[in-house]
């Protein structure tokens, strides 16, 4: 199936967001594998347009990593993450509980970070959950309608 360079793009994009991808090899099977003809020089120059790089990881091994060029040029690809990933919003006092589908926490967080909300304290992923620490009440009630309005997520909680 030959699917448009976007998709693959969004695809390497979150990728590369939740998993620790350490060679092109490694990243043109996972993207064969979610249905994309790609081959090694393809990868290679979507890594190259997305400003894709490696770096040291925190245990000392070495990852691509998503710039802030990507970020800043890209937002709806980090924002796609959120979305495809949220399945509920509660708020306790001034802090939101975050659910999302099993391994995608720490990518939606990452993109509840590159907002740069003001009301957004920090945030701490797990597995499937996101603690966000606001302001106050009032600012978790807020924030909270606002990453469901941001996301297109309906109102489920």
């Known amino acids: 199936m030959n699917k448009p360079k976007n998709k693959r793009q969004d695809l390497i994009t979150e990728l590369i967001m939740t998993r620790k991808v350490s060679t092109q090899e490694e990243l043109t099977r996972l993207v064969r594998e979610s249905g994309f003809k790609a081959t090694q020089a393809t990868i290679s120059r979507d890594i190259k347009e997305l400003g894709i790089i490696k770096q040291t990881q925190q245990d000392g091994t070495v990852a691509y990593s998503i710039t802030d060029k990507i970020i800043n040029s890209a937002p709806e690809r980090v924002l796609s993450v959120l979305s495809n990933s949220l399945t509920g919003i509660s708020v306790a006092m001034t802090i939101l509980v975050i659910k999302t589908l099993p391994g995608m926490a720490q990518a939606a967080a990452f993109a509840l970070d590159s907002l740069d909300h003001p009301e957004i304290v920090g945030t701490i992923a797990g597995d499937d959950t996101i603690f966000v620490a606001t302001r106050g009440e ?11 309005e941001t996301a297109g997520f309906a109102d489920k909680t």
């Open 138 to 148: 009032s600012q978790a009630q807020a924030l909270a309608k606002d990453i469901k």
